[in-house]
């Protein structure tokens, strides 16, 4: 969605995306949330992970972005379709975004696999979480868990006429499988805003952003439609 699909990721509207509100920032990057959001928590480690990510990458997508906001605002808007290529995506989420993901997730990465499926990574500070939560008791799984560990999604992002939603497949923390309470736990903690108690609902539908009509999830690369 990225714990950014699904979110990393996963992440591209958590994942995306939507994961994460990008406050003020986000007046020039509507696209964000489908990013972080699509891309939600990262979600399987990406093809990316051997690859050299540079600002330069992320730079490219951040131009991209400013001019996907750019269509949106002219009167009708230019069809227009815009490749996020998985490099230039993760490299975003590593430099462009570094300073904004939430406080206790780290090293994000999104795998764009293709046919609509999206996987990801994201490293958890499990004592930053459990320091604001109540225990659910000896049964509760996370309470045997501490310092930073890896969680992983992978799920299907679905968009169309100007709607997503992204369907959890699986999820797993240090390689055991995390029901989707414990993980919707996490995004709850990880995604909520004074503007936005609640968090992110993995399973709720969202309004695409910027007058995207679709985003196309192909192997190695998403692709925003407007």
């Known amino acids: 969605m990225s714990v950014c699909s699904a979110t990393i990721a996963v992440d591209l509207e958590r994942a995306l995306a939507k994961l994460y509100r990008m406050g003020n920032m986000n007046r020039r990057f509507p696209l964000c949330k489908i990013l972080l959001g699509l891309l939600t928590f990262g979600m399987a480690v990406s093809s990316t992970a051997a690859v050299q990510l540079t600002k330069e990458q992320g730079d490219r997508l951040e131009r991209?972005?400013?001019?996907?906001?750019?269509?949106?605002?002219?009167?009708?808007?230019?069809?227009?379709?815009?490749?996020?290529?998985?490099?230039?995506?993760?490299?975003?989420?590593?430099?462009?975004?570094?300073?904004?993901?939430?406080?206790?997730?780290a090293n994000p990465q999104i795998s764009i696999v293709g046919d609509s499926q999206l996987a990801?990574?994201?490293?958890?500070?499990?004592?930053?979480?459990?320091?604001?939560?109540?225990?659910?008791?000896?049964?509760?799984?996370?309470?045997?868990?501490?310092?930073?560990?890896?969680?992983?999604?992978?799920?299907?992002?679905?968009?169309?006429?100007?709607?997503?939603?992204?369907?959890?497949?699986?999820?797993?923390?240090?390689?055991?499988?995390?029901?989707?309470?414990?993980?919707?736990?996490?995004?709850?903690?990880?995604?909520?805003?004074?503007?936005?108690?609640?968090?992110?609902?993995?399973?709720?539908?969202v309004n695409l952003p910027a007058k995207i009509r679709e985003v196309l999830v192909n192997r190695g690369e998403a692709v925003v439609v407007q």
């Open 64 to 105: 991209k972005i400013d001019e996907i906001a750019k269509n949106a605002s002219m009167d009708p808007v230019r069809s227009k379709k815009t490749a996020m290529p998985e490099l230039e995506v993760n490299s975003y989420l590593n430099f462009n975004l570094k300073d904004k993901i939430p406080r206790g997730l």
């Open 120 to 205: 990801g990574r994201v490293f958890v500070d499990m004592d930053e979480f459990k320091r604001h939560r109540s225990s659910g008791g000896m049964i509760d799984p996370l309470n045997y868990i501490s310092g930073r560990v890896p969680v992983t999604a992978r799920g299907a992002l679905r968009t169309q006429d100007g709607k997503g939603r992204f369907q959890l497949g699986a999820a797993e923390i240090l390689g055991v499988p995390l029901p989707k309470p414990l993980l919707q736990e996490l995004v709850t903690f990880f995604s909520r805003t004074p503007e936005n108690p609640n968090g992110f609902d993995i399973d709720a539908p």
